[in-house]
C-alpha cells in the first residue's frame, strides 16, 4: 500500500485519513448516525495504520491509531484542578425539590427561571483538557481539588475525541461509565476465570480507568457522557442547554435525554418519567440532575462552601426487597468454577420476580456472613443482576450457624481447590461428570453447532447412560440408543439425529467455539477460523502469528496454543474428522464481502417475530455471509426489519420510522437468489 508512496504522498494522505476516521467517529458517537460501514472503516483505519508504520514520523497523538497506549504506566500523577469538581446538594422527595426551586425564586423574584434536566449517569467523574483543540488532559475528581492524570487511559475510550472539531483550549467534565451490556459480559468472564466480580457497572468503570495498563482499559469498552464546561475558552453560550449543544458540534459525546423545563412541576414530570424508564437504558442512572439553565443567574445565584445554588441532584431511591434465603445452590461451570447461589422466597424487585440472586464465590459468602434462614436485602446490580445486600442480623435466629463452604465438588466428590490469584472454588477433576455435561451443552447451543434437541437434560442422560463422553461421540449416536433416553420418541430420536447430521456442515468458527477454549468467544473463533482456515491451520500456528490477528490478545493466544499442544486434543479433532465433521472456515473473508455487490452488504438487519423457514441464527449466518448486519434492536440506523409471525414492538417501530419491512418469504427469496 505504501511501497510506492513518497514521504510527502504519506503525509497528505494521512491527514485525509485522520479527517475522514475523526468524522464518522464523530457522526457514530456524538451524532449516533453512522455514515460507514464497520467494515469501511476498518479498512480506513488500516490504510492508516500501515502508512503510519512505514512513516513512523507521521504519527502524532491525535491520530485514531493513537488510543492504546502501548506503555504500562509506573503510577498515576498528582492534578490539581484549577477550578475545583465540585459536589452537588441532594433532593430525595418532590418536597425538597420545592423547597429548592423557593429558594431559587427567593434569590431571584424577578426571574423567569429555566430548569435542564439531565440524567445522573452512575459512573466516575472526569474532567478533560483540550488546548488548540487536542486532547492533552484527562483527570479523576479525586476530593474535587486534587485527582488523578489518567489521560493515557481515557484515550482508549473510543466516544472521547483526541481531537475537537475546531480549535478551541477548553476544560470539559462529565462520567466515564460502562454501559450495561458490557458490564454483563465483563462480570461472565471473570466469574468463568474464578476473579473477584464487580458489584455494579461505577466500580468496573473505575477500575478500568485506573488500570495502570492502557490496553488493559481498553478492554473495559468504556464510554462517556460530557455534560459541564469549566473553562469556556472559545464557547460562548448563554446557558446550558446552548453550551451542550455547542459541545456536540465540537465532537463532544452529550447525553440527548435531558429536557429544558418550565417550571419545577416540569422537573417533577421528567423525574417520574426517568425513575420508570431507567431499568431500559443501556447504561446505569442513580438520578437526575437539575440546574438553572441560564449561566447569568447561575452566576448570581452562586456557591456555598461545598456546592452550587443553581443546581441539585435528585436521588433516586434504591430499590430493594427484601426476602428470605432458603438454599444455596452449587453449580459447576464447564471450565470448573463453583458458583453458589442464593434460592430466596419470590419477591418482586424492579418490575420483574425475583427468587434466585448469585453469591458469586465463597469469599462473599463470608464476608456478608450469608447464612441459611438469613432475612436479606436485595437489589439488581445495575438494573439487571439480583444480589444480596446485606444481611439483616437483628432477624436472624440465635440458633444459626455460619453457612460451611463445601470442600468436595457436588458433582464428582473431588476435592475442591483455591487456584493461585482466584477467589473461585474450583474443580480440576477433568472427568467431572458436571464440566463434561457443561461442555456438551455449551457445543450443541445455538451460537456453537447449534443441535436442536440436545437441551441440559437429555445431555446429562446421553452421559449417565454412557451414551457420550466428549462431543466427538455426539456423531456416533444411534436411533435405538436415542429411543433409551426419558421422554425421546422416535420422531424426537430423528430429529436430534437429523440436527446431528447438519451440524457436521458448520464452518469452522462454530465448532471452534463450541469447543469451550477458554477465553475463546464467539467473536475471536470467528476471527480465528477466517485467519487460519482450518483446525490443523490453527493447531500449527505459532502465539506470534495468532496475536497479528486483529482483535485477538496475548490471553487468547496463550489460551489457544496451550489447548492445541494437549494430545488428547489431536486424538478429538482426528475423531471428527473421521465422523465427517467439516475443521474447515467456509465462510467469506472480509476482503471478499467488502467486493459484493449484495443486496445485503453494508446493511443493518433485524430480525423479528417467529422464523419458519429457517432459525434466527440460521437467517443471520446467511445475511452477514453477503455483507449484512444483523443487530437486536430497530432504530433510525436499521436499514431492514423482517418480520416473521407474531411480530411485536419491533415491528411497530419499525413501521412508525418508516423503515423498509420484509416478509420471511422475501428475505428467503432474496437469500437464494445471491447464494
Given at each position: 500500500?505504501?511501497?510506492?508512496?513518497?514521504?510527502?504522498?504519506?503525509?497528505?494522505?494521512?491527514?485525509?485519513?485522520?479527517?475522514?476516521?475523526?468524522?464518522?467517529?464523530?457522526?457514530?458517537?456524538?451524532?449516533?448516525?453512522?455514515?460507514?460501514?464497520?467494515?469501511?472503516?476498518?479498512?480506513?483505519?488500516?490504510?492508516?495504520?500501515?502508512?503510519?508504520?512505514?512513516?513512523?514520523?507521521?504519527?502524532?497523538?491525535?491520530?485514531?491509531?493513537?488510543?492504546?497506549?502501548?506503555?504500562?504506566?509506573?503510577?498515576?500523577?498528582?492534578?490539581?484542578?484549577?477550578?475545583?469538581?465540585?459536589?452537588?446538594?441532594?433532593?430525595?422527595?418532590?418536597?425538597?425539590?420545592?423547597?429548592?426551586?423557593?429558594?431559587?425564586?427567593?434569590?431571584?423574584?424577578?426571574?423567569?427561571?429555566?430548569?435542564?434536566?439531565?440524567?445522573?449517569?452512575?459512573?466516575?467523574?472526569?474532567?478533560?483538557?483540550?488546548?488548540?483543540?487536542?486532547?492533552?488532559?484527562?483527570?479523576?475528581?479525586?476530593?474535587?481539588?486534587?485527582?488523578?492524570?489518567?489521560?493515557?487511559?481515557?484515550?482508549?475510550?473510543?466516544?472521547?475525541?483526541?481531537?475537537?472539531?475546531?480549535?478551541?483550549?477548553?476544560?470539559?467534565?462529565?462520567?466515564?461509565?460502562?454501559?450495561?451490556?458490557?458490564?454483563?459480559?465483563?462480570?461472565?468472564?471473570?466469574?468463568?476465570?474464578?476473579?473477584?466480580?464487580?458489584?455494579?457497572?461505577?466500580?468496573?468503570?473505575?477500575?478500568?480507568?485506573?488500570?495502570?495498563?492502557?490496553?488493559?482499559?481498553?478492554?473495559?469498552?468504556?464510554?462517556?457522557?460530557?455534560?459541564?464546561?469549566a473553562d469556556f475558552g472559545e464557547i460562548t453560550a448563554n446557558g446550558q442547554e446552548e453550551a451542550l449543544h455547542q459541545l456536540d458540534e465540537l465532537g463532544i459525546r452529550t447525553n440527548h435525554e435531558r429536557k429544558l423545563c418550565k417550571s419545577i412541576d416540569e422537573v417533577w414530570e421528567y423525574i417520574q418519567t426517568y425513575h420508570e424508564k431507567r431499568v431500559?437504558?443501556?447504561?446505569?442512572?442513580?438520578?437526575?440532575?437539575?440546574?438553572?439553565?441560564?449561566?447569568?443567574?447561575?452566576?448570581?445565584?452562586?456557591?456555598?462552601?461545598?456546592?452550587?445554588?443553581?443546581?441539585?441532584?435528585?436521588?433516586?431511591?434504591?430499590?430493594?426487597?427484601?426476602?428470605?434465603?432458603?438454599?444455596?445452590?452449587?453449580?459447576?461451570?464447564?471450565?470448573?468454577?463453583?458458583?453458589?447461589?442464593?434460592?430466596?422466597?419470590?419477591?418482586?424487585?424492579?418490575?420483574?420476580?425475583?427468587?434466585?440472586?448469585?453469591?458469586?464465590?465463597?469469599?462473599?459468602?463470608?464476608?456478608?456472613?450469608?447464612?441459611?434462614?438469613?432475612?436479606?436485602?436485595?437489589?439488581?446490580?445495575?438494573?439487571?443482576?439480583?444480589?444480596?445486600?446485606?444481611?439483616?442480623?437483628?432477624?436472624?435466629?440465635?440458633?444459626?450457624?455460619?453457612?460451611?463452604?463445601?470442600?468436595?465438588?457436588?458433582?464428582?466428590?473431588?476435592?475442591?481447590?483455591?487456584?493461585?490469584?482466584?477467589?473461585?472454588?474450583?474443580?480440576?477433576?477433568?472427568?467431572?461428570?458436571?464440566?463434561?455435561?457443561?461442555?456438551?451443552?455449551?457445543?450443541?447451543?445455538?451460537?456453537?453447532?447449534?443441535?436442536?434437541?440436545?437441551?441440559?437434560?437429555?445431555?446429562?442422560?446421553?452421559?449417565?447412560?454412557?451414551?457420550?463422553?466428549?462431543?466427538?461421540?455426539?456423531?456416533?449416536?444411534?436411533?435405538?440408543?436415542?429411543?433409551?433416553?426419558?421422554?425421546?420418541?422416535?420422531?424426537?430420536?430423528?430429529?436430534?439425529?437429523?440436527?446431528?447430521?447438519?451440524?457436521?456442515?458448520?464452518?469452522?468458527?462454530?465448532?471452534?467455539?463450541?469447543?469451550?477454549?477458554?477465553?475463546?468467544?464467539?467473536?475471536?473463533?470467528?476471527?480465528?477460523?477466517?485467519?487460519?482456515?482450518?483446525?490443523?491451520?490453527?493447531?500449527?500456528?505459532?502465539?506470534?502469528?495468532?496475536?497479528?490477528?486483529?482483535?485477538?490478545?496475548?490471553?487468547?493466544?496463550?489460551?489457544?496454543?496451550?489447548?492445541?499442544?494437549?494430545?488428547?486434543?489431536?486424538?478429538?479433532?482426528?475423531?471428527?474428522?473421521?465422523?465427517?465433521?467439516?475443521?474447515?472456515?467456509?465462510?467469506?473473508?472480509?476482503?471478499?464481502?467488502?467486493?459484493?455487490?449484495?443486496?445485503?452488504?453494508?446493511?443493518?438487519?433485524?430480525?423479528?417475530?417467529?422464523?419458519?423457514?429457517?432459525?434466527?441464527?440460521?437467517?443471520?449466518?446467511?445475511?452477514?455471509?453477503?455483507?449484512?448486519?444483523?443487530?437486536?434492536?430497530?432504530?433510525?440506523?436499521?436499514?431492514?426489519?423482517?418480520?416473521?409471525?407474531?411480530?411485536?414492538?419491533?415491528?411497530?417501530?419499525?413501521?412508525?420510522?418508516?423503515?423498509?419491512?420484509?416478509?420471511?418469504?422475501?428475505?428467503?427469496?432474496?437469500?437464494?437468489?445471491?447464494?
Amino acid at each position: 500500500m505504501t511501497e510506492h508512496m513518497s514521504f510527502e504522498e504519506a503525509k497528505t494522505k494521512v491527514v485525509e485519513l485522520r479527517a475522514e476516521l475523526d468524522k464518522y467517529s464523530y457522526h457514530y458517537y456524538v451524532k449516533d448516525n453512522p455514515k460507514i460501514s464497520d467494515h469501511d472503516y476498518d479498512v480506513l483505519y488500516h490504510e492508516l495504520v500501515a502508512i503510519e508504520t512505514e512513516y513512523p514520523d507521521l504519527i502524532t497523538n491525535d491520530s485514531p491509531t493513537q488510543r492504546v497506549g502501548g506503555t504500562i504506566l509506573p503510577g498515576f500523577t498528582k492534578v490539581v484542578h484549577e477550578i475545583p469538581m465540585l459536589s452537588l446538594g441532594n433532593a430525595f422527595n418532590q418536597e425538597d425539590l420545592m423547597n429548592f426551586d423557593e429558594r431559587i425564586k427567593k434569590i431571584l423574584p424577578n426571574e423567569e427561571i429555566e430548569y435542564i434536566c439531565e440524567l445522573k449517569i452512575d459512573g466516575l467523574a472526569v474532567s478533560l483538557k483540550y488546548v488548540d483543540g487536542l486532547l492533552v488532559q484527562a483527570a479523576t475528581r479525586g476530593d474535587g481539588t486534587v485527582g488523578e492524570d489518567i489521560t493515557q487511559n481515557i484515550r482508549t475510550v473510543k466516544s472521547v475525541p483526541l481531537r475537537l472539531q475546531k480549535p478551541y483550549s477548553i476544560e470539559v467534565r462529565g462520567e466515564c461509565y460502562m454501559p450495561k451490556s458490557s458490564f454483563l459480559a465483563l462480570n461472565k468472564e471473570r466469574e468463568e476465570n474464578g476473579e473477584d466480580v464487580f458489584a455494579n457497572p461505577r466500580n468496573a468503570a473505575a477500575g478500568g480507568l485506573r488500570q495502570l495498563d492502557p490496553k488493559l482499559a481498553a478492554k473495559r469498552n468504556l464510554s462517556t457522557f460530557l455534560y459541564t464546561v469549566a473553562d469556556f475558552g472559545e464557547i460562548t453560550a448563554n446557558g446550558q442547554e446552548e453550551a451542550l449543544h455547542q459541545l456536540d458540534e465540537l465532537g463532544i459525546r452529550t447525553n440527548h435525554e435531558r429536557k429544558l423545563c418550565k417550571s419545577i412541576d416540569e422537573v417533577w414530570e421528567y423525574i417520574q418519567t426517568y425513575h420508570e424508564k431507567r431499568v431500559d437504558l443501556p447504561y446505569e442512572i442513580d438520578g437526575i440532575v437539575i440546574k438553572v439553565n441560564n449561566f447569568a443567574a447561575q452566576e448570581e445565584l452562586g456557591f456555598t462552601v461545598k456546592a452550587p445554588r443553581w443546581a441539585i441532584a435528585y436521588k433516586f431511591p434504591a430499590e430493594e426487597a427484601t426476602t428470605v434465603i432458603r438454599e444455596i445452590e452449587w453449580t459447576i461451570g464447564r471450565t470448573g468454577v463453583v458458583t453458589p447461589t442464593a434460592i430466596m422466597d419470590p419477591v418482586r424487585l424492579a418490575g420483574t420476580t425475583v427468587q434466585r440472586a448469585s453469591l458469586h464465590n465463597v469469599d462473599l459468602i463470608k464476608e456478608k456472613d450469608i447464612r441459611l434462614l438469613d432475612t436479606v436485602i436485595i437489589h439488581k446490580a445495575g438494573d439487571i443482576i439480583p444480589e444480596v445486600t446485606r444481611v439483616l442480623t437483628d432477624k436472624r435466629e440465635a440458633t444459626s450457624e455460619p453457612y460451611p463452604i463445601p470442600t468436595h465438588c457436588p458433582a464428582c466428590e473431588s476435592e475442591l481447590v483455591h487456584l493461585e490469584e482466584e477467589v473461585a472454588l474450583r474443580c480440576i477433576n477433568p472427568k467431572c461428570p458436571a464440566q463434561i455435561t457443561e461442555g456438551l451443552s455449551h457445543f450443541v447451543s445455538r451460537n456453537a453447532m447449534n443441535i436442536d434437541g440436545l437441551g441440559n437434560r437429555v445431555i446429562v442422560q446421553m452421559y449417565e447412560k454412557e451414551l457420550v463422553e466428549d462431543v466427538a461421540d455426539l456423531y456416533k449416536l444411534t436411533f435405538d440408543e436415542l429411543l433409551t433416553l426419558e421422554k425421546i420418541k422416535d420422531k424426537a430420536a430423528n430429529n436430534i439425529l437429523t440436527a446431528i447430521d447438519a451440524s457436521r456442515a458448520n464452518s469452522m468458527e462454530r465448532l471452534l467455539f463450541g469447543l469451550g477454549i477458554r477465553h475463546v468467544g464467539a467473536k475471536a473463533a470467528k476471527l480465528l477460523a477466517e485467519r487460519f482456515e482450518s483446525m490443523a491451520g490453527l493447531k500449527a500456528a505459532t502465539k506470534e502469528e495468532i496475536i497479528e490477528v486483529e482483535g485477538i490478545g496475548e490471553i487468547i493466544a496463550d489460551s489457544v496454543v496451550a489447548y492445541f499442544q494437549l494430545p488428547e486434543v489431536t486424538e478429538l479433532m482426528e475423531e471428527l474428522a473421521q465422523r465427517e465433521v467439516n475443521l474447515t472456515y467456509l465462510g467469506k473473508k472480509r476482503t471478499e464481502i467488502a467486493e459484493s455487490d449484495s443486496f445485503f452488504n453494508q446493511k443493518t438487519i433485524v430480525l423479528t417475530g417467529k422464523l419458519t423457514h429457517f432459525t434466527r441464527e440460521e437467517a443471520k449466518a446467511r445475511i452477514e455471509n453477503l455483507g449484512g448486519k444483523v443487530t437486536g434492536s430497530v432504530s433510525k440506523k436499521t436499514d431492514l426489519v423482517v418480520a416473521g409471525e407474531e411480530a411485536g414492538s419491533k415491528l411497530a417501530k419499525a413501521e412508525k420510522l418508516e423503515i423498509t419491512v420484509w416478509s420471511e418469504d422475501q428475505l428467503l427469496e432474496h437469500l437464494e437468489g445471491e447464494e
